[in-house]
């Protein structure tokens, strides 16, 4: 059996030791960025390797990009492999924040045409909560062949973003909290509000209390509300930077509502043109 969305603490756990799946770590802060490989250093779940957002899971920022843009996909084909990631390997990835990191690297590696990975449902905070075990440990790992098939469908440009909102082709859901898709606070870009066009979904509207997704058929209840008679390959994700847009993406994949698509320079990037329309307020 394959996992393609999400997987529980429990069906992990019994799968810990397979060599043939690989954990991959991608807890991180935006506001302190090497958080994550000191908590990963203190304690991650065993035989995970660690992915940084803004070194393997990124490229650098340009004038004309977001603050996360899409990575250089051949280095991170590279560095899959260098995890021991090859084309039949299940990957599981895990943050600390419910997903919100985690499915960055999700998306990408669907992106590459590798369906077999997954996030972990309830990420590290569930797995100590089950009393299950933490290491220190580096893991021993055997490099691999990683070969990329792009899918370069699954995420637009900015360019595309504007004129399929013009002709009203697409719905583009804004991942970001309320506040800040209505513009009364911008804690990280220089300019506040939303993308003219866009609604919003949080992507907590995704989580139950305990960090858990909420179940499928709810998810698709509240997104098929929200998106009306749209069908799933006319949804466009987007957020702040392109991470937590994921999040929803993965959310409506989970729900069955599969083939959305990503605006991978989100808010971030969209901004960096004055002459693209924002809105404030609902």
């Known amino acids: 059996m394959s996992y393609n969305t999400l997987i529980s603490a429990d069906a992990l756990r019994a799968q810990l030791d397979n060599p043939d799946w690989i954990l991959i770590d991608c807890r991180f802060s935006l506001a302190d960025t090497g958080l994550g490989a000191k908590n990963y250093r203190r304690g991650h779940l065993p035989h995970a390797r660690y992915a940084d957002l803004d070194k393997d899971l990124s490229s650098a920022i340009t004038s004309q990009k977001g603050r996360h843009p899409l990575p250089d996909f051949r280095a991170l084909s590279q560095t899959l ?122 992507f907590q509207a995704n989580l139950a209390g305990s960090g858990e997704f909420l179940p499928a058929e709810q998810l698709r209840t509240q997104f098929e509300a929200l998106i009306g008679d749209r069908t799933p390959e006319q949804i466009v994700h987007m957020c702040g930077s392109g991470v937590t847009a994921c999040h929803n993406l993965l959310a409506m994949e989970h729900a069955g509502l599969k083939g959305s698509k990503l605006y991978a320079g989100s808010w971030s990037e969209w901004i960096r043109d004055k002459n693209r329309p924002i809105a404030k307020g609902r």
């Open 81 to 202: 492999g260098q995890w021991g990631v090859g084309n039949q390997s299940q990957v599981i990835a895990y943050d600390d924040a419910g997903g919100a990191f985690a499915g960055r690297l999700w998306w990408l590696l669907r992106t590459f045409g590798h369906d077999k990975v997954a996030v972990l449902d309830g990420g590290i905070k569930l797995w100590q909560k089950k009393g299950y075990p933490l290491t220190t440990a580096l893991p021993a790992v055997k490099p691999a062949t990683f070969r990329p098939y792009l899918q370069e469908s699954f995420w637009l440009s900015a360019g595309q973003v504007q004129n399929r909102l013009a002709d009203r082709s697409i719905v583009l859901i804004d991942a970001r909290a309320p506040e800040r898709y209505r513009g009364e606070v911008e804690p990280i870009d220089p300019i506040a509000g939303h993308v003219k066009g866009a609604v919003n979904r949080p």
